[in-house]
């Protein structure tokens, strides 16, 4: 190779075929092949068990033979995301079995080779909020060596990728083992690298790069909510809403509520993530400040691009109140809706109550009418039932009516002096609940001062009222 002081991105993909994909990218930013040839593609190489290792360690055929160290990332995929179902339906679960096309044996090598013994923890936070545990190296003279990173990030799956970063100052190369990181990740981490290609050998580059492309792949997740609100903001237009047919209300409602509630849950996890995001960010900055003395080069261009994300995030976060607000406006609205229809099944049965109490008045007319009726003729039954016995067969007629006519009256008289009795004492008791027409409040004087706001209110509703009554 020619080129001056060369810049390398190296993926080693361990999975059903074993290749090696290398793209050289000099200084200038032209991509070349290992076979130098001028256009930018993947090489795909077989290779053995045995092989592997001498990838990694850069022995045998992989020997570096240029004289001069060349700034590089290596990325080794031992595993990618499942895409199978578990035991309980799911392609992602807390339970996931880690799956490497590498054996234990060598999996431990390379783990004990770059110092990544905390990569296996990071591997039981991949469905938390994420995990980030940095380790500096120093030799015996105090000089920074190496820069160690253990990443549990979410790029653009449910599930968190772990990565674990060695950076080697002395090289300026960094090995990565990212373990969980789809097909698709892939690509995008290695276009993310294409572009920052001027600053390969930062130790910074590849944490900063996993946090750019968390933060754009956040962003299809944003717009989603955003197309999930534009539905619920429709659904719960008034005339819409008003057009529903009574049979269908509570399923729209169940939807409405449905659809309010998921679109809060997509902003709770969108903000969780760009907090992840910003506890990243921060672990970076805490770094850079560390390491001050350690990045002589490419230092102006990295924190234009650090700052241009952390910009970035700020908008991010801007956006996700924003949606935020919208959403408690939509459930409230929802919440409102419900409430009105409640409402108005509320008055549909106080109007059908009211229907069948009228009804009921009237058949309480109905046997009112047949219980006087009863009791006019129930003295002369009686007593015409005693004359009807042997023991009065002699009697005369007007005896009977002589008996008869002043009982009925009696137990006339009394019902009614009784039922008139009921009525004025229901008036009366229905009189005291009643706030009396004479009685009138004066603000000033039955108010204190500080309730200057009740006592003008009610000067209003006085007004008002005599106004009202007031012969017009």
């Not at 991105?9 to 200084?27: A, F, R």
């Not at 698709?184 to 993310?192: E, F, G, H, M, S």
């Not at 850079?288 to 080069?297: A, G, Q, T, Y």
């Not at 996700?320 to 509320?346: C, F, H, K, P, W």
């Amino acid at each position: 190779m020619s080129t001056s002081n060369p810049r390398v991105v190296q993926s080693l993909k361990l999975g059903g075929n074993l290749y090696v994909p290398s793209i050289w990218i000099n200084s200038a930013g032209s991509l070349t092949l290992l076979q130098s040839s001028k256009r930018s593609e993947y090489v795909k190489q077989d290779l053995n068990p045995e092989e592997v290792e001498d990838w990694i360690e850069e022995k045998g055929t992989f020997t570096n033979n240029n004289s001069r160290p060349f700034r590089r990332v290596r990325l080794i995929f031992p595993c990618t995301s499942p895409t199978a179902l578990d035991v309980d339906g799911n392609y992602l679960s807390s339970n996931e079995t880690l799956e490497l096309a590498i054996s234990q044996e060598r999996f431990t090598q390379l783990t004990q080779r770059y110092h990544f013994a905390s990569v296996l923890d990071a591997w039981r936070y991949r469905s938390l909020s994420g995990c980030s545990v940095r380790k500096i190296e120093h030799d015996s003279s105090g000089e920074v060596t190496s820069i160690i990173f253990t990443i549990s990030i979410r790029l653009s799956g449910s599930f968190a990728s772990i990565l674990a970063i060695n950076h080697d100052f002395a090289k300026n190369s960094a090995v990565v083992l990212a373990l969980r990181v789809s097909t698709y990740d892939q690509t995008l981490l290695q276009q993310a690298l294409e572009r920052h290609h001027d600053l390969i050998g930062h130790p910074l580059l590849v944490p900063t790069t996993l946090v750019e492309i968390c933060l754009e792949t956040n962003k299809w997740f944003s717009l989603k909510i955003l197309r999930e609100l534009s539905v619920v903001e429709k659904a719960t237009g008034q005339h819409g809403w008003l057009q529903i047919p009574a049979a269908d209300a509570p399923a729209h409602d169940s939807e409405l509520s449905r659809l309010g509630h998921a679109v809060k849950q997509y902003i709770s996890i969108s903000r969780r993530r760009l907090d992840s995001i910003q506890c990243y960010l921060d672990m970076i900055m805490r770094s850079v400040r560390d390491l001050e003395n350690h990045i002589p080069e490419g230092r102006a261009q990295y924190e234009q691009w650090i700052g241009n994300i952390e910009l970035l995030l700020k908008f991010r976060q801007v956006d996700m109140t924003y949606s935020e607000r919208r959403a408690d406006n939509q459930i409230t609205a929802i919440y409102g809706l419900i409430s009105q229809r409640d409402n108005m099944v509320g008055v549909s049965v106080a109007i059908e109550s009211k229907k069948v109490s009228e009804a009921s008045k009237r058949d309480g007319s109905v046997l009112k009418s047949l219980a006087v009726l009863t009791a006019v003729f129930f003295p002369a039954t009686s007593i015409a039932t005693l004359f009807a016995l042997p023991h009065f067969s002699d009697t005369p007629l007007w005896v009977y009516w002589v008996i008869v006519v002043p009982l009925t009256l009696v137990i006339f008289s009394s019902w009614a002096c009784w039922t008139f009795y009921r009525q004025r004492q229901m008036t009366h008791d229905s009189s005291h609940r009643d706030i009396e027409e004479g009685i009138q409040l004066h603000p000033e004087r039955d108010f204190p001062p500080s309730a200057s706001f009740l006592a003008s209110t009610l000067c209003q509703i006085r007004s008002q009222t005599k106004h009202l009554h007031s012969p017009q």
